[in-house]
């Protein structure tokens, strides 16, 4: 099968890029947390930060920044939760939904639980850590495992399944609004799958230049699962990868020239046998799954 000039591929890589970017804003521009089943907003899991030898780390000043990320310069956790993505929740919600004002006013009470219960657990985190030598280069080390939790909470959303604004929208909704609710999750999953496999696809073609068919048809195969990854944006690729790797052989080497084969065949190869960490988040899920 002939492959067609680079520069049609080096096309395809940056339309496709356009519109992951164009995807993801749509996904972003709805609430953070609108969705039961919304990713984590952070897209790599950082390691404790790097002391520099002999430094001070001020971890009660840094506190903030490392749970909240991007958004730890606020001055008022609680005001900046309140007053942004309980408001955005909702008013996604009511957008779908058409929500009575009663129902407003109980699902804000429900995420304002979630949210002081959240900020409490934080509260206790920096008083534990004001009781460490902050002198001890290896402070910070011994601390993380305990901050990271925390931080992980923030990224996957405080108000998804497993909160109490996720039990109280279940009971408050009536049937009609939780199906139009319903029916706005599994678009959206639909949209991040198409884009995830979009993303890696665009990685296979560094390496192994494809025509529009074949990319189409590995595509489909990526797709055809009706699952979708449950992690962060980096190991979703790197899950992707690890599915192409081990497709059956005959399933996919009529798709490719003998040249594409072997480019193929070395770029999976270093994907077969790798193990991932843990991460308690990394899932995966049928596509009716926590949707209600």
Sequence with gaps: MPVRDRSESTLRRKAGALLCGVVGLAIVAAPAHAAPDDEAIAADEPAAPAAVAGAHVDIMANLNN???GGH???MNPEDHFLGLQVELQIDELERLCKLTVAQREKLKRAATIDTRRF???LEAMRQRCAELDQNDPQVLNQIWPQIQPLRDRFASGLYNEGSFFAKVRRQTLTPEQAASYRAEVIERR???RRADVAMTLMMVEEKVPLTDAQHAKLAEILLETGREIRTTHQLKTWMLMIQLSKLPEERVKPLFDERQWRLFLKLTAQYRNV??????RARMREEEDDVD
Excluded: H, T
């Design 66 to 68: 490392w749970v909240f």
């Design 72 to 74: 730890g310069v606020v």
């Design 119 to 121: 900020l409490a657990d």
């Design 190 to 192: 639909e949209l991040r």
């Design 275 to 280: 193990v991932l960490p843990v991460d308690p």
